[in-house]
């Protein structure tokens, strides 16, 4: 099992910043990629960035050049750096990892999700 817990959404300014963290605990060895979703009032969850155990990034293409994804092992975190935010990315954020099975197949891992408000 791997429980993801996210903190550091809240209320900014458009144009503002804000750095979402995930702490991973529980079967972290187990951990291939980590990756950053958001879901919106009345949308479906869409993929903001992922990264992969070698390093490998992949960013939804309206947050490149703002955001920023990047990743710990060391100290099982994942971060996301949030800069020039816009009110379009108001969502509640949910960190996500894909956890290896053994069978050469993957299981998802979800948090709680933060709250990102993003104000004009």
């Known amino acids: 099992q791997v429980q993801l817990v996210e903190s550091g959404g809240g209320l900014v300014q458009a144009g503002g910043s804000l750095r979402l963290s995930c702490k991973a605990s529980?079967?972290?060895?187990?951990?291939?990629?980590m990756g950053w979703y958001r879901q919106a009032p009345g949308k479906r969850r869409e993929m903001v960035a992922t990264i992969g155990s070698g390093g490998t990034i992949n960013y939804l293409s309206s947050v490149k050049c703002r955001f920023t994804v990047s990743r710990d092992s060391a100290k099982n975190t994942l971060w996301l750096q949030m800069d020039s935010l816009k009110p379009e990315d108001t969502a509640v954020y949910y960190c996500n990892a894909a956890v290896g099975t053994g069978l050469l197949g993957s299981v998802d891992a979800w948090g709680q999700g933060t709250l990102v408000t993003v104000s004009s």
């Open positions: 529980g079967s972290i060895f187990n951990i291939n990629a």
